[in-house]
């Protein structure tokens, strides 16, 4: 099975910094990858697919890019509705693929 | 409105049984694909399995094989999720959620694109 790799588990940001979150694949995966955002209590949400594609009405400070084992999340300019938990997926090797353990923004 | 309405929590006793339920609406039932997924408490996602609500052909992951059956009753839009012989580590919220196909040059992605708002399921004795 892929194995996905999020770390650090949790980074501690502002409003306004640019915030990178990476995700790495124990195999190639293309750009079999998708990026979910959770906040507390909620299910997750669709930011990013297929390693780069925008989800409709998704602000456009979010992005993503990576391709094979390495993938990166970025949020170009943290804004306050943007602290929470982000998980990566792979669907390559299966239908519903592995998700990453998440990485948690928190504030500063 | 689109979405995904699933039923109530529930709290089980080990070896017991768990049926969930996920209303789809505003679209129609058998043109995506629909995953299961839980989350344990402060931990992270794990898939269960998916249905296709044209046919009704099941996938599991194999940790859930013999465990889980997914159903669906295309007349109310709903699907289910039935786990039998529940233990205290089965406790988990339990998502449905939606996937619809993507194609990027050519090459066809299905993402998660709607999810349910969780059922949580208790496994205590």
């Known amino acids: 099975d892929v194995q996905m790799t999020q770390s650090p588990s949790s980074l501690s940001a502002s409003v306004g910094d640019r915030v990178t979150i990476p995700c790495r694949a124990s195999?190639?995966?293309?750009?079999?990858l998708n990026w979910y955002q959770q906040k507390p209590g909620k299910a997750p949400k669709l930011l990013i697919f297929?390693?780069?594609g925008l989800q409709s009405g998704v602000p456009s400070r979010f992005s993503g890019s990576g391709s094979g084992t390495d993938f990166t999340l970025t949020i170009s300019s943290l804004q306050p509705e943007d602290f929470a938990t982000y998980y990566c997926?792979?669907?390559?090797?299966?239908?519903?693929?592995?998700f990453g353990q998440g990485t948690k923004v928190e504030v500063k | 409105q689109v979405q995904l309405v699933q039923s109530g929590a529930e709290v089980k006793k080990p070896g017991a049984s768990v049926k969930v339920s996920c209303k789809a609406s505003?679209?129609?039932?058998?043109?995506?694909?629909m995953h299961w997924v839980r989350q344990a408490p402060g931990q992270g996602l794990e898939w269960i399995g998916m249905?296709?609500?044209?046919?009704?052909?099941?996938t599991y992951a194999q940790k859930f094989q013999g465990r889980v059956t997914m159903t669906r009753d295309t007349s109310t839009s709903t699907v289910y999720m039935d786990m039998s012989s529940l233990r205290s580590e089965d406790t988990a919220v339990y998502y449905c959620?939606?996937?619809?196909?993507?194609?990027?040059?050519?090459?066809?992605?299905?993402?998660?694109?709607?999810w349910g708002q969780g059922t949580m399921v208790t496994v205590s004795s």
């Open positions: 997926q792979q669907s390559y090797s299966s239908p519903g693929g592995t």
């Open positions: 249905i296709n609500p044209s046919g009704g052909s099941t």
């Open positions: 195999q190639n995966i293309s750009n079999y």
């Open positions: 297929a390693a780069s």
């Open positions: 959620a939606r996937a619809s196909m993507t194609v990027v040059r050519g090459v066809h992605f299905y993402p998660f694109d709607l």
């Open positions: 505003g679209y129609t039932l058998i043109r995506n694909y």
